[in-house]
Structure formats: C-alpha cells, structure tokens
C-alpha cells in the first residue's frame, strides 16, 4: 500500500505562480512513476504530467513551457511547478503513483481567478 498527501493549493491569479508536493508513505520502494492529474468540475480527469524514478518527464501539451514536475526521490516526494497559470488550469489537482498498482491523493483545490 501507498498512500500520498499533496499541499501547496490555493487562489492565485492569472500569470501567478503555486508549487505542489506531494509525499509518499507506504511501500514507497515499490514506486515507479509518480505524477499529477486533474480534474475541473463536470470533466474527466486528466493527465497533467508524470515523471519515472530516472527522472524522465512528459507533460500534458496544455501545460507544457509552463509546468515542471520534479522527483525528490531521497524525500519520497514530488512537485509541481506551476507558472504563468490561467483560469483554464483551475482544478482539483491530484498525486499519483504507479506501484503494481493505481495510487492515488485525496486531491487539493487550484483555483486561477482575479
């Protein structure tokens, strides 16, 4: 089991900048990729960016040159640099890990808004 606790939401306005993190507990030696999604309400969630334990890093192309995630692995975290933000990233934001299995956050509220 794996369990995964984000902080850094919160309101900013458009142009502003939020970090994510997001810390792993658990069977954390079997975690291989961890990353983001999110979901905006009455849509699906969706892929916003996921990193391996090597490193390598794909982003969703609505995010890209904007967004950077990045993986503590000593720290058993990951981040989400979030720049330039528009009201269109406003979402519910949740971690997720691969480890066998899906493993997912309990979420935290971005909201992009003047």
């Known amino acids: 089991q794996v369990q995964l606790v984000e902080s850094g939401g919160g309101l900013v306005q458009p142009g502003g900048s939020l970090r994510l993190s997001c810390a792993a507990s658990?069977?954390?030696?079997?975690?291989?990729?961890m990353g983001w999604y999110r979901q905006a309400p009455g849509k699906q969630r969706k892929l916003v960016a996921l990193?391996?334990?090597?490193?390598?890093?794909n982003y969703a192309d609505s995010v890209k040159g904007r967004f950077t995630i990045s993986r503590d692995n000593a720290k058993n975290t990951v981040y989400l640099q979030m720049n330039d933000l528009k009201p269109e990233d406003t979402a519910v934001y949740y971690c997720?890990?691969?480890?066998?299995?899906?493993?997912w956050g309990q979420g935290t509220q971005v909201t992009v808004s003047s």
């Open positions: 997720y890990a691969y480890a066998g299995s899906d493993y």
């Open positions: 658990g069977s954390i030696f079997s975690i291989n990729v």
């Open positions: 990193i391996t334990q090597s490193g390598s890093a």
